[in-house]
């Protein structure tokens, strides 16, 4: 129970209450749970129905749809979107990211939420450490900062480093 409730992140208690028929969960939970528990699209269906909602409308029968031509259309929002906060999920069958806006609000304000798999997301912190290392500013080591302003101080001369610390 704890798993299925942690990876669609709800209470056990929320859980429960749907599972004994007593709170009839919102589509995206019931999609969730269809989704986490791998479930036949035939059952799925039936899971739909019961839990008082429209049965999912399967295309492949309509002929008429697929003797006309179609497209369709795709609107990509190119914003970013910056957080401040991510609260992260993990569990045996993945990841759940719900990066947050924090500053500015009472409470968090969850701006997106991104699942994957525990593999995927081992290649997502592979690819963010790279992205990080090659932009990275590069630094002498703490000991080679210091004797270099040593030697510039023996010599009266200010070094970038330390003009810019006593700037500050």
């Known amino acids: ?21 007593n709170e009839r969960p919102s589509e ?11 479930m036949r699209e035939d059952d799925a269906a039936n899971l739909w129905q019961l839990a008082g909602y429209d049965a999912p409308h399967n295309h492949d029968d309509d002929d008429d749809m697929n003797a ?24 045996p069958n993945g990841v759940i990211l719900s ?37 990275e500013p590069p ?4 000991g080679k900062r210091e004797s270099t302003q040593a030697q510039a101080a023996e010599r009266g001369q200010k070094t970038e480093d330390s003009s810019e610390q006593s700037n500050t």
Do not use: W
Request: net charge negative.
């Open 139 to 142: 630094q002498l080591p703490a």
């Open 1 to 21: 129970m704890a798993d299925a409730a942690g990876a669609v992140e709800i209470d056990e208690k929320v859980l429960e209450r749907i599972e004994q028929g």
């Open 68 to 91: 006309r031509p179609g497209m369709l259309v795709v609107a990509l929002d190119p914003r970013v979107v910056y957080t401040d906060g991510v609260h992260v999920n993990a569990n």
């Open 28 to 38: 995206d939970i019931l999609t969730l749970l269809i989704s986490h528990f791998g």
């Open 99 to 135: 990066f947050a806006q924090l500053s500015g609000s009472p409470s968090a304000m969850v701006t997106a939420r991104v699942g994957m798999s525990r593999e995927q997301a081992r290649n997502v912190i592979r690819t963010l450490q790279a992205a990080l290392d090659r932009t």
